[in-house]
């Protein structure tokens, strides 16, 4: 997982400037100069709002957003091992023998439990609904936003008695045709990403 780095634009010289000495565009300002970053856009956009940083330590944010979902699962008493592997390619794997994030629709979304937990912000079992006591790290957004961030992101979840796989590329859920980083990715959305594989336990 690699977090974006985000590089700020220079003013143009010449450029009018506001009270806060940011560049203006003419004199104009109505709501037509407003934007609105939808879902996972405002995390790639501002990824410093939600790590603190875009170098080693928000690097280190992301790997413990994920590594917290485990504790989280072993604090409510159905994780008993949590396994961190880093990988020689910079990839990191983190493993729990957890509940597994659930792979059935919601029915608000249309979306499996996966692709929402993973592409939208503030969806999750950390609301209020009982599934957890307590939890670490950003509260349930923790997953999207490391996902936004992340060159690619593989997970596997072990439930009702199958391996269910599903990816995605900074936040958009797909196939790549090869375990390797730079293989070629095909955007797709929907249960039909979601693999269901042979049986396990």
């Not at 974006?4 to 940011?22: D, L, M, Q, V």
């Not at 080693?56 to 992301?62: I, P, T, V």
């Not at 090869?178 to 336990?201: Q, R, W």
Request: charged share 20%.
């Amino acid at each position: 997982m690699s977090p974006a780095t985000a590089k700020p634009a220079a003013a143009s010289k010449g450029a009018k400037k506001g009270a806060n000495g940011a560049a203006m565009g003419g004199g104009e300002y109505t709501a037509k100069n407003l934007a609105v970053l939808e879902g996972l856009d405002a995390v790639r956009k501002r990824p410093g709002m939600y790590i603190g940083s875009t170098d080693s330590r928000g690097l280190m944010h992301c790997l413990w957003e994920i590594i917290d979902n485990a504790v989280d699962e072993a604090l409510a008493g159905y994780c008993h091992a949590v396994e961190v592997t880093l990988g020689a390619d910079g990839s990191v794997e983190v493993r729990d023998d957890g509940r597994g994030i659930p792979v059935d629709i919601e029915a608000k979304t249309g979306l499996t439990g996966v692709e929402l937990v993973m592409t939208k912000l503030h969806a999750g079992g950390k609301f209020g609904g009982g599934s957890y006591a307590a939890s670490g790290g950003l509260h349930g957004v923790g997953a999207s936003v490391v996902n936004a961030l992340a060159i690619r992101m593989d997970v596997a979840i072990a439930r009702d008695g199958a391996l269910h796989t599903i990816s995605f590329q900074r936040g958009v859920p797909g196939t790549f045709e090869k375990a390797t980083p730079d293989s070629k990715f095909t955007k797709g959305s929907g249960a039909k990403n979601l693999k269901k594989g042979g049986k396990v336990g």
